[in-house]
């Protein structure tokens, strides 16, 4: 009868602990869906492109030079911190000073391009035509390598 009640109660103990083991709890992680931010950054590097076009078509003494201009910089401003950070080299001669580039590796020195040299031929007037559209070829295709990497 001992080894009854021993075996009963050793029985007990084991279904007790079994049942009052704390449960694992499932972790589950939501996938974050990114589009919504993605969609944002094509969409102003697209405008910004489409008014680089209107800026060309304007030519840089035009009535609404400067309102392309300024719609060209504001779309850019909005798709830059995640098209620079992607592609940093691209972003910074995109929109970085208005300065030439030596290249050590050839010694050629690269003309300065981007927003703010159109900027400097829009406001200073001391460009050719034929230059700004160059500038404007150039900067189009920037943001254009810009786009694609998104």
């Not at 449960?23 to 931010?37: G, I, L, M, P, R």
């Not at 830059?80 to 992607?86: A, H, I, M, N």
């Not at 290249?103 to 400097?120: A, S, T």
């Amino acid at each position: 009868m001992k080894i009854k009640t021993t075996l009963f109660i050793s029985i007990l103990t084991l279904l007790l602990t079994i049942s009052c083991k704390d449960k694992q709890e499932k972790e589950y992680f939501t996938k974050v869906d990114w589009s919504t931010a993605q969609n944002y950054y094509v969409e102003n590097i697209s405008k910004a492109i489409s008014y680089l076009d209107s800026l060309k078509q304007e030519g840089f003494k035009g009535d609404k030079t400067k309102f392309y201009f300024k719609k060209v910089r504001e779309n850019f401003k909005r798709a830059e911190p995640y098209v620079s950070y992607l592609n940093p080299e691209v972003g910074h001669r995109a929109n970085g000073p208005a300065l030439p580039i030596y290249k050590e590796d050839n010694g050629k020195i690269l003309e300065p391009v981007g927003l703010q040299k159109i900027e400097e031929s829009i406001y200073d007037l001391e460009t050719s035509e034929l230059d700004f559209k160059k500038e404007i070829y150039v900067t189009k295709g920037l943001l254009s390598v810009l786009k694609k990497g998104l």
